[in-house]
């Protein structure tokens, strides 16, 4: 087995692996027990459902140790943002919201009409989800990103009401850069709170903030277990997506940069101590060249400690090529998957499952975390085998339409009757059966009698 001095928990080559190494070698990192984790979030739940207002502010100040008068932001905080971030900022995110404005404008849905046989037309109509919710991760890194990324298609789809929840920042408020994003958005509202509680209080509502109907945006390990358990609750909330801790893999050949891989790698490895980032690639100098820039890259980052830990379970895995490369990508179905590789456009036919794709030496994640016009809110663990990133349709929902004249249920009706009767359901049956009769009293010449 290849052995590598490494900042990496573990380097090895994928074909000296048995089946059952393999499988092991691409599990994520473990979250915390996750029967406790459950109870404790089920315990929040039910203490913001039963005592609302008073439980956010009590949490507030028990995790983020902060004493909180009101939990909604003032439109004047709102509106003052600009005049607390340089310049560049300012430009920045309004950039960015242009840029994912444009690719999500592009998303809107068209009303679909069939007419599937002389007489039935079928269509399929879509609406935007009333009142949402969203999400937007504080702690150690605040995220006006997200709010671009989870507020515009919001707007763009039409939600009626648009309402934003944040961590409350060291002083109690919300850092500028997340209250300028919110007002470029057009959020309706900005409310402070974190983790379960602030799901807790999306989904069932409390004395100032009323409830949504979707819940959107990513989180911590509580964050995505309260999601979860609102959204299994009928009186709870949906939700986007299982979004939990971040993670990257890179598949790159003997040709790709060294330093780009590394970077990327670290700039995943930074969001989180649960992050994991994977390289994938056929060449062992590359394996090589990509662990010594890694170390030198992250010897520099003010966030070190956080990627050396997010380091400490990620891998770099030798394969025998670029296609074995393809098939172990597929199997760990990773959030970010970036291809670094000669011609890289010419695998997409092969890659099966990512959350996002980015292709080419010069398309670094970082662009699709803030600008270049696609979502950042992804499925994670694996989830991107079934499930899609965010997109204009999430903030949607589709609904069918079918209209009959009285010829088309003349035309399908007999097949309706025998399927109904099929699976003995004879009120299905008569449904059709007695309109068919009584077009034969009223019009004598249908002489055929319906059974």
């Not at 819940?215 to 939990?244: L, Y």
């Not at 170390?295 to 050396?308: D, G, H």
């Not at 803030?370 to 950042?376: D, F, I, K, L, V």
């Amino acid at each position: 087995m290849l052995k590598l001095t490494s900042v990496f928990g573990q380097t090895t080559n994928w074909n000296e692996l048995s089946k059952d190494q393999q499988i092991a070698l691409l599990e994520r990192p473990a979250l915390a027990d996750s029967s406790k984790l459950s109870d404790t979030v089920a315990t929040i739940i039910a203490q913001v459902r039963s005592q609302g207002d008073v439980v956010l502010k009590e949490l507030a100040a028990k995790f983020d140790k902060v004493t909180l008068e009101n939990l909604q932001v003032s439109q004047a905080a709102i509106d003052n943002a600009v005049n607390e971030i340089s310049p560049e900022v300012k430009d920045a995110i309004e950039l960015a919201h242009r840029q994912v404005h444009a690719f999500h404008l592009a998303q809107k849905p068209k009303d679909i009409r069939v007419e599937t046989t002389p007489g039935v037309v079928c269509e399929l109509r879509s609406q935007p989800i009333n009142e949402v919710g969203l999400y937007i991760p504080g702690g150690t890194a605040p995220l006006p990103s997200t709010v671009i990324m989870t507020a515009t298609p919001a707007k763009i789809a039409g939600c009626k009401r648009v309402i934003m929840i944040t961590p409350p920042d060291e002083n109690g408020g919300v850092t500028p850069e997340i209250r300028y994003a919110a007002k470029v958005c057009g959020v309706d509202a900005l409310y402070i709170s974190g983790g379960a509680q602030a799901i807790a209080a999306l989904a069932y509502g409390t004395e100032s903030i009323a409830p949504v109907d979707k819940i959107f945006g990513p989180g911590n390990s509580f964050v995505t277990e309260a999601k979860q358990q609102v959204s299994q609750d009928a009186k709870g909330a949906a939700i986007d997506m299982p979004a939990g801790p971040s993670e990257v893999l890179v598949i790159a050949d003997k040709n790709a940069d060294p330093d780009y891989v590394a970077a990327d790698l670290l700039s995943q490895a930074e969001h989180g101590k649960d992050s994991q980032v994977i390289l994938l690639t056929d060449s062992v100098e590359q394996a090589q060249a990509v662990e010594a820039a890694t170390q030198q890259q992250l010897a520099l980052l003010p966030r070190q400690e956080i990627a050396a830990a997010a380091l400490s379970h990620s891998r770099i895995i030798i394969v025998n090529d670029i296609a074995q490369a393809c098939e172990v990508s597929n199997m760990y179905a990773p959030e970010h998957l970036i291809v670094q590789t000669d011609n890289a456009r010419q695998l997409l036919p092969f890659l099966e499952n990512a959350g996002s794709i980015f292709l080419g030496a010069y398309t670094p994640e970082s662009a699709g975390d803030y600008a270049s016009g696609t979502n950042h809110v992804l499925p994670t663990y694996g989830y991107t085998k079934a499930y899609s990133s965010l997109n204009l349709s999430s903030f949607m929902k589709q609904f069918t339409v079918q209209e009959l004249t009285q010829a088309g249920l003349n035309t399908i009706g007999p097949a309706i009757m025998a399927l109904a009767k099929a699976e003995s359901l004879d009120a299905h049956k008569n449904a059709v059966g007695i309109r068919l009769n009584k077009q034969q009293v009223l019009d004598p010449t249908k002489n055929d009698q319906v059974n």
